[in-house]
């Protein structure tokens, strides 16, 4: 954060290096450079991120709605416990997810020794990337 601050938040706007002008740019860079695994990269994590999100959180929706929490006596819906219903839905999404998300992050972010810059991750395959989160996650749950 500080090293980011002096790097560019000191720097006068349009004063700070700019390396991609654009998104074909980059992606013709990261596909030079990396060939076409650089451009897929992250793919499958993402794939599994979004997969337990969207499940999670339509289950924890729908066992909600069948439960009755989101009506009142008479079965008429309320607006507020349709709200709760939803936020809950979604925190519980985002929270199994969360570790499939870091592992698509990680796997995005690693660059090729030739444009690596700062502190790099290394894991050999995206399963590695996918264990090694959960397994971290579980410990940040527990304590």
């Known amino acids: ?51 337990l999100m969207n499940t999670v959180r339509a289950s924890v929706f729908e066992m909600c709605n069948s439960w009755g929490l989101t009506s009142d006596l008479e079965d008429e819906p309320v607006l507020w416990r349709y709200a709760a219903a939803c936020a809950l839905s979604g925190s519980a999404g985002a929270v199994i997810a969360s570790p499939a998300y870091l592992a698509k992050i990680q796997t995005q972010s690693q660059a090729s020794p030739k444009m690596a810059v700062g502190w790099q991750h290394s894991h050999p395959k995206s399963r590695w990337v996918i264990w090694n989160a959960f397994r971290g996650h579980r410990g940040k749950l527990k304590s």
């Open 1 to 51: 954060s500080s090293g980011i601050n002096a790097e560019y938040g000191l720097r006068p706007v349009g004063m700070y290096p700019v390396k991609y002008r654009s998104i074909p740019q980059s992606i013709r860079d990261v596909f030079r450079d990396e060939g076409l695994r650089g451009i897929y990269k992250g793919i499958i994590p993402g794939f599994m991120y979004q997969f």
